[in-house]
């Protein structure tokens, strides 16, 4: 079946520039992740929804950061500003279950570089 | 928060050889334990996890064991192959997800 999706696969901003990133989660998976990883690092949460709900949004760095699932599946993640600290690959992640300590389901990740 | 520790960055071992990668925590909340394996340029993936009610777990050539009074979890790869090359992560959960910083392992043919 179809696997959890991410659009674009690679952005280039300019410096100043906003960006959205978009995330197709697989059907019917409550949870759903954002995390950012820089080169060479492990993934870092930025925030968790559960359906459309916003649950816990404390790894995000600044609030140049906004991330919203208005329907309880896509969910879309918007960087105002963009600076070039910003330049990484975000993941999305995707769950079945309402408790987090289950497998998650990773998207291929937007690299997103910033000049 | 939680912090988790993981080494060594890299490993290079000979094909057939065992590896093992090692991983530390400091939250003792934390109870659940996964292990991706990311290749190049592609997506994490799930390869094993634990949970803290769980001493060691096994699938087929990989394993994972914890040791919650020491906080700290390894996995273990047995009999390598080349396509076992790639970065792995360990990860810890209390709340949320703490990654560790990634070992990059090459499997020599």
């Known amino acids: 079946g179809a696997g959890v999706s991410q659009s674009p696969r690679y952005k280039v901003a300019k410096r100043g520039q906003d960006v959205a990133l978009r995330c197709d989660p697989i059907?019917?998976?409550?949870?759903l992740f954002w995390y950012q990883q820089a080169l060479g690092q492990g993934p870092e949460f930025l925030t968790y929804?559960?359906?459309?709900?916003?649950?816990?949004k404390s790894g995000l760095p600044s609030d140049r950061f906004f991330a919203e699932r208005p329907e309880g599946s896509v969910s879309t993640l918007k960087i105002q500003r963009t600076q070039q600290e910003d330049s990484a690959v975000y993941l999305c992640a995707s769950s079945l279950a309402r408790d987090l300590s289950y497998e998650q389901y990773f998207g291929p990740g937007t690299r997103l570089t910033v000049t | 928060g939680e912090n988790v520790e993981q080494h060594p960055s890299t490993l290079s071992v000979q094909e057939g050889d065992s590896a093992v990668i090692k991983c530390t925590y400091s939250?003792?909340?934390?109870?659940?334990f996964p292990w991706y394996k990311q290749e190049l340029g592609k997506r994490p993936q799930l390869i094993i996890d634990?949970?803290?009610?769980?001493g060691e777990k096994k699938d087929q050539r990989i394993a994972v064991t914890l040791n919650k009074t020491a906080k700290h979890f390894s996995l273990h790869i047995t009999e390598t192959q080349p396509e076992d090359s790639a970065v792995y992560f360990c990860?810890?959960?209390?709340?949320?997800?703490?990654f560790g910083s990634g070992t990059k392992l090459n499997v020599k043919p």
């Open positions: 990860a810890a959960y209390p709340r949320r997800f703490y």
């Open positions: 939250d003792s909340a934390s109870n659940y």
């Open positions: 634990i949970r803290s009610n769980v």
């Open positions: 059907s019917g998976h409550v949870s």
């Open positions: 929804f559960q359906n459309e709900a916003q649950l816990d």
